[in-house]
C-alpha cells in the first residue's frame, strides 16, 4: 500500500491509501477520489517528504508541518443533509425499486401502459434526455456524501 498526502482543487489536504500509484491515477481519473471537506473530484498528491531508512532499521525524516484539512459542522448543512436524508428516506420506503429499468417504466406510466405509482432507479444520461424530451415527469433523487466513495 501507498500513502500519499492529497490536495483538492480548493488547498484542502488529506490523505489516501492505494495500492499502487496506478491505481491512484486510474482513481483519480474517474473521479472516484473526492475531498472529505468540499467533494470536489478534482484532486492531486501533495509534495511529501521520502521515508529514509537508517542502517539501525529507524525513519528519519524531516517532519514538515502539515495542513490538515478539519471540516467544521455547518449548522445549515446539516439541516440540508437531514432534510435530503428524510426525502431519501421517504422515497425508498413508499416507491418501488425498479434499478435500471426505471427509464422504460416511467415512460410506460406516462403513456398509460401501466397503472401509475412511485418508482425510483436508475437511468443513464441519454435515458434522462430522452424521458425529459418525451414530457416525462421525473425527479433525481439527491446523492448523499456517504454514497460518493
Known amino acids: 500500500m501507498i500513502h500519499y498526502s492529497l490536495l483538492c482543487d480548493?488547498?484542502?489536504a488529506f490523505e489516501g491509501w492505494f495500492r499502487s500509484s496506478e491505481d491512484f491515477d486510474a482513481q483519480a481519473a474517474k473521479g472516484l477520489i473526492s475531498c472529505p471537506v468540499c467533494g470536489s473530484t478534482v484532486?492531486?498528491?501533495?509534495?511529501?517528504a521520502p521515508s529514509v531508512r537508517t542502517a539501525r532499521g529507524r525513519e528519519e525524516r524531516e517532519e514538515a508541518p502539515r495542513r490538515q484539512?478539519?471540516?467544521?459542522?455547518?449548522?445549515?448543512?446539516?439541516?440540508?443533509?437531514?432534510?435530503?436524508r428524510e426525502i431519501r428516506?421517504?422515497?425508498t420506503e413508499n416507491?418501488?425499486?425498479?434499478g435500471d429499468?426505471?427509464?422504460?417504466?416511467?415512460?410506460?406510466?406516462?403513456?398509460?401502459?401501466v397503472e401509475h405509482q412511485g418508482i425510483y432507479g436508475e437511468a443513464t444520461a441519454d435515458e434522462v434526455h430522452?424521458?425529459?424530451?418525451d414530457g416525462v415527469e421525473f425527479q433525481p433523487l439527491p446523492t448523499l456524501p456517504e454514497e460518493r466513495n
Open 10 to 12: 480548493s488547498d484542502h
Open 43 to 48: 484532486v492531486n498528491r501533495a509534495m511529501m
Open 69 to 84: 484539512a478539519v471540516m467544521m459542522p455547518d449548522p445549515a448543512q446539516k439541516m440540508m443533509l437531514e432534510a435530503l
Open 89 to 91: 428516506k421517504k422515497v
Open 95 to 98: 416507491a418501488t425499486y425498479v
Open 101 to 113: 429499468r426505471f427509464a422504460e417504466e416511467a415512460r410506460r406510466m406516462h403513456f398509460g401502459e
Open 130 to 133: 430522452a424521458l425529459a424530451e
